[in-house]
């Protein structure tokens, strides 16, 4: 089976990759999207900076693709997108790494649907704690790029994320009740590198505070190694 894989280069989107590819389906395109609203429901904004480089990142062919941004029409522009790749990759399906935000699944499955494809979510509803253990268990290095909760700090962006941060995390999750991986939003992630990734991404950046409890990691160099 043929599917194309949303990717943001976050963590999700990229641990959703590694459960296809080792699971068997082929990945013959990435799709990108960048929409110009910081604030979009549906795609990931922070990390855009470094969406040139995934396919050199990944090795997988990789389009990237500007939205109009409107919330009432990414859907209608994401189904003209999986159109034209169904057609051109003989696709069968896509695959997404949402986790628990039922927007961005029934979007996404819509629009799947209505371009003649299936949609997998192979995270969704998966355990939080769990999920980010298993991450970093299986060689992902990530970064924070982004947060809007209490409880981070500027110091926490643009660093690795290792395992022994992972506590203070779900402690931050346990006090302002917000998600332990991070899905209402809490924080944004880039991933540096990865099992199944051919080269590393190598980052330089500066944080820009944008109010309270709220900041981010604005990628100013990025290459691959």
């Not at 298993?134 to 970064?143: A, D, K, M, T, Y």
């Not at 994320?161 to 992972?166: C, F, G, I, M, Q």
Request: charged share 25%; aromatic share 10%; with cysteine.
């Amino acid at each position: 089976m043929r599917v194309c894989c949303l990717f943001s280069g976050g963590k999700d989107s990229s641990f959703s990759l590694h459960r296809m590819l080792l699971s068997g389906f082929e990945v013959p395109v990435l799709l990108t999207l960048r929409s110009p609203d910081p604030d979009s429901w549906l795609y990931q904004t922070p990390g855009m900076e470094a969406s040139h480089l995934f396919q050199g990142l990944t090795g997988i062919d990789t389009r990237v693709v500007d939205t109009p941004g409107e919330k009432d029409l990414e859907g209608v522009f994401l189904t003209t997108v999986l159109e034209d790749l169904k057609e051109e990759f003989e696709l069968d399906a896509i695959c997404s790494g949402a986790l628990l935000s039922d927007y961005q699944r029934m979007i996404f499955s819509r629009s799947a649907r209505e371009a003649g494809l299936i949609s997998y979510t192979p995270l969704w509803r998966k355990d939080g704690r769990r999920y980010m253990e298993n991450l970093v268990e299986h060689g992902f290095s990530f970064i924070l790029l982004s947060y809007a909760s209490e409880g981070f700090s500027p110091s926490d962006l643009g660093r690795v994320v290792v395992k022994e941060e992972l506590s203070r995390f779900f402690s931050i999750s346990e006090r302002w009740g917000t998600h332990p991986a991070f899905e209402g939003g809490e924080a944004e992630t880039l991933v540096l590198e990865a099992p199944l990734y051919e080269k590393k991404l190598k980052v330089t950046g500066e944080v820009k505070e944008q109010g309270h409890c709220r900041a981010r990691f604005v990628l100013k160099e990025v290459k691959l190694s």
